[in-house]
């Protein structure tokens, strides 16, 4: 069974030192050290992989589908992120790519580009039909979707009602499959190949679909190695990049790996894109105050320059940023998708929602409301005999978060190395 409040991100306590560097990275004050290793509070985490990137000793892990668990389908399907198509240098085509895929066991690839620029065109339906409220926040990145549902719960309204991509891939894949080969459903696997370990928590804990229609997510690193063994150079070249005579590669789908790619393909609205995980909450923090309300859509990735920056991926991402911007200007602008389509399947609500994403109980001080009181009073106490340096020695973020872990009983105001330098200091007077 699924868990309601899944989480993709680790930390193996044999590894870890004690460094507090995912402790300052964290920006929802979600990690402490105790005892001398780093430890995740659940309530708190969004699964932003930010502490994944700066751990120095590998001791922050992220929990993927492995490939040996596709052997218990009989029929494997892969849709890749298209970040994926920036990993191989410049002289690799998505074709051969796709091809590798099914080298390596899978038995059908589906190219996404084609469903991303689906995606934009039915966004565009949706603002022509909707006028309020504004702006609109694209719900692509699991993760802005988690930070909205956590901290900033009134802006839940204001998430844009289309599933992203990679469930609507897999949700025509789920309609198809089945009738066609004659297969059960439960038989087929459609798994999604992700920079992040954020598309994990969607599918094993989804806001917005009663059931996610993909089976699981593997790891751009992961499967990378395997990938690049699959490729075939010099004579086989010419052979592979006619094995998918039938994917039409979308210029403006291949672009939404990139930070403003989601927008780029809107005609007639005003959209703004941010990425990284700091920037974004300082936007939402203005949506929340009522500001930007003449922006129609809000794109917002916690990955800095968008999905392409992604700590699962290998190459560089400034390096795969090109090459993907390669591929856009290659592919141009020419629509694969016909319009009639996009229309029909957006007013079937086959692209929607099953229902809208929820804000999340934050963690009171007390269920009690006085109680809650009373301990929200001491904690401004203790914080004022906090020195303020924020140092991290304590074991907490900063000295307002260790004030709110005593008062919650997690930690003691002895923990402060500060604090124990003023009593010995009174006691040797």
């Not at 063994?229 to 790996?257: I, N, Y």
């Not at 141009?332 to 804000?359: E, I, M, Q």
């Amino acid at each position: 069974m699924k868990a309601k409040n899944y989480h993709a991100i680790h930390i193996t306590k044999d590894k870890c030192i004690g460094c507090v560097h995912c402790l300052a990275a964290c920006p929802t004050k979600a990690i402490r050290v105790r005892d001398g290793k780093a430890m995740i509070i659940d309530e708190l985490c969004i699964d932003c992989g930010e502490c994944l990137r700066v751990c120095p000793y590998d001791a922050v892990h992220s929990h993927t589908t492995s490939f040996a668990a596709l052997d218990a389908f009989d029929y494997k399907v892969a849709i890749p992120s298209t970040v994926l198509y920036g990993q191989f240098g410049g002289t690799v085509l998505p074709t051969e790519i796709l091809s590798a895929l099914r080298r390596i066991g899978f038995d059908e690839v589906y190219d996404l580009s084609s469903i991303c620029e689906l995606n934009c065109a039915a966004v565009e339906e949706y603002l022509n039909e909707h006028a309020r409220p504004r702006p609109f926040i694209t719900s692509t990145c699991p993760v802005v979707v988690r930070i909205i549902q956590r901290h900033y719960p009134t802006l839940c309204g204001q998430i844009l009602p289309i599933e992203p991509p990679r469930e609507i891939a897999a949700k025509i894949l789920r309609t198809i499959l089945p009738k066609a080969l004659g297969i059960p459903p439960e038989k087929i696997g459609i798994i999604h190949i992700t920079p992040c370990p954020a598309k994990m928590v969607s599918i094993n804990s989804p806001a917005t679909l009663n059931k996610s229609y993909l089976d699981g997510a593997i790891s751009i690193r992961d499967i990378f190695p395997q990938i690049l063994g699959a490729l075939r150079k010099g004579e086989e070249d010419a052979l592979m990049r006619h094995l998918f005579p039938e994917t039409q590669f979308s210029g403006v789908g291949m672009g939404w790996s990139l930070s403003g790619g989601e927008t780029r393909g809107l005609k007639n609205h005003r959209a703004v894109a941010v990425s990284g995980v700091v920037d974004t909450m300082r936007v939402l923090d203005q949506v929340e105050g009522g500001l930007l309300q003449d922006i129609d859509i809000l794109e917002c990735t916690v990955c800095p320059d968008g999905c392409v920056g992604g700590p699962l991926e290998v190459e560089n991402r400034f390096l795969a940023k090109s090459r993907i911007l390669q591929l856009v200007a290659a592919a141009g602008d020419r629509a694969v998708v016909d319009p009639k389509d996009v229309s029909r399947l957006y007013h079937k609500n086959f692209l929607s929602f099953d229902h809208p994403a929820t804000p999340v109980e934050s963690r009171p001080l007390d269920r009690d409301p006085v109680k809650a009181i009373r301990k929200a009073k001491r904690r401004d106490r203790i914080f004022a005999d906090l020195p303020r340096k924020d140092c991290g020695v304590c074991g907490a973020p900063d000295c307002r978060t260790l004030a709110d872990d005593i008062v919650r009983g997690l930690a003691r105001l002895e923990d402060c190395p500060f604090i124990k330098t003023s009593k010995s200091a009174k006691e040797k007077r």
